[in-house]
């Protein structure tokens, strides 16, 4: 399947809707996805970026129903993780001199993954190339999300090629943003940058004032996930600054673990004394067992606060609530606050544990944590409303 996209661009990606996780099984892809691949034409053609590797062959053989391979005179490799750089060795069996324009990060890079000393051409911010009428210009963005990642331009047509940044995983032939379902594609733009973006936010903010500084028009962005911007192209943009920027809503996040449903019930409770004293804040109660962890830490990023609450079990803490609290301290989620809660039996480690966790993740912890032995009774749930109440008013 190829699709064309401007009078230029033709898109001959890869669109998979079968995916159901990322990153190994790190990240959840309910709705599918797609590893966007540009074919460029001009006096010149340029490929931008390729698809990932279990598709390679249909690639390349999908890719020579669209043009004779010998016709490509360049490659642009904007990324090289392996779901965009996975059908380069297929291809260069084919056309192994073609040059490959990447950063100096990406050419060490390449060569890590795939043991080949290819044409490579090493660009950084401000170099072109020209394709005839219309001139790529390239601009490095490091860490945007890994060290090699950089984004192409092309003028006359003012399309930028952004890799991973302003993408998300949908999987649609409906190709362009103004054709898509609306909330759906902007709840999987703000998951893909919480889960994936967030520890860069900074960066993300200057590199985006850095790329706005240059002045120049972007009527399309083409990312390398996900479906093509064309309408108000820079609202994903626009959310991005907004999303760097301590991102937050009106919204309480309750997590926990349980084993026998103790920790659950004083969950509950706490919401209840929350909204006993906020009644317009937004509280999501989420089973870190049960829950999709991305989906998870996606209303964490949302919220003012997180409340984690979790069972001891031999000393320690549940393992699903051990692992959200370590992606947690991963994805280094900025102006939050925090409190942990649990029940217990006879040694009661978790809550501190959570405590210390939360803390040592950035997380403001406002209130000593509450500890609940075996199951609240009729009292144990009024303290436990009062810790809600307690801990709106912090907001």
Known sequence: MSFKLTESVTWVGKIDWELQKFHGEEYSTFKGSSYNSYLVRDEKTVLIDTVYGPFGKEFVANLEREIDLDKIDYIVMNHCEVDHSGGLPEL?????????YCSAQAVKILKGYYHSDWNFQVVKTGDTLSLGEKTLSFISAPMLHWPDSMFTYMDKENVLFSNDAFGHHLASDLMYNDLVDQEELMNECIKYYANILTPFSKLVT???NEVVGLGLPVDFI??????MWRDNPLQIVQKYLEWADDYQEDQITIIYDTMWNSTRDMAEAIASGIRQANKDVVIKILHVGQRDKNDILTEIFRSKMVVAGCSTINKGILSHMAGMLEMIHGLAFKNKKGAAFGSYGWSGESVKMISDSLEKAGIEVVAEGLKTLWKPDDAGRQECEAYGRQLA???
Do not use: A, C, T
């Open 222 to 227: 083409f990312p390398s996930h996900g479906i």
């Open 206 to 208: 200057k590199k985006i």
């Open 92 to 100: 260069m069996r084919r056309i192994p001199d073609v040059p490959i």
């Open 393 to 395: 008013e912090y907001l």
